[in-house]
Nanobody, 124 residues
Framework: QAQLVESGGGLAQPGGSLRLSCVAS????????VGWFREDPGKEREGVVC????????YYVDSVKGRFTISRDNAKNTVYLQMNSLKPEDTANYYC?????????????????WGQGTQVTVSS
């Protein structure tokens, strides 16, 4: 059964760093665009950043530019999200999604694959 599994979340202090991983099993990520999304209770799930098969990247949240970096390692079937200079407002459950194209949100048609999420909490 194909699935995405996120890991690397946890508690970080403001200004700290975390690296999230999105590992695929049962499918190869190479032909997919992979995006990171986040969701806070009471808010809609929002796209953060996405990386395409050719390595091009689209950021959907201006506040993470210069702080968050997405990368992919097709040999490891993994996409990473390096998060630096974390702020309390980055606190959310982070999900990865694999799809044919990058999308900033999914209103009606879900992506091909969603992960189960990993919680990131930024607090002193």
């Amino acid at each position: 059964q194909a699935q995405l599994v996120e890991s690397g979340g946890g508690l970080a202090q403001p200004g700290g760093s975390l690296r999230l991983s999105c590992v695929a099993s049962g499918l190869g990520l190479e032909p997919y665009a992979v995006g990171w999304f986040r969701e806070d209770p009471g808010k809609e799930r929002e796209g953060v950043v996405c990386i395409r098969p050719d390595g091009s990247i689209t950021y959907y949240v201006d506040s993470v530019k210069g702080r968050f970096t997405i990368s992919r390692d097709n040999a490891k079937n993994t996409v990473y999200l390096q998060m630096n200079s974390l702020k309390p407002e980055d606190t959310a459950n982070y999900y990865c999604a694999a799809d044919s194209i990058c999308r900033g949100r999914y209103d009606h048609i879900p992506p091909a694959f969603w992960g189960q999420g990993t919680q990131v909490t930024v607090s002193s």
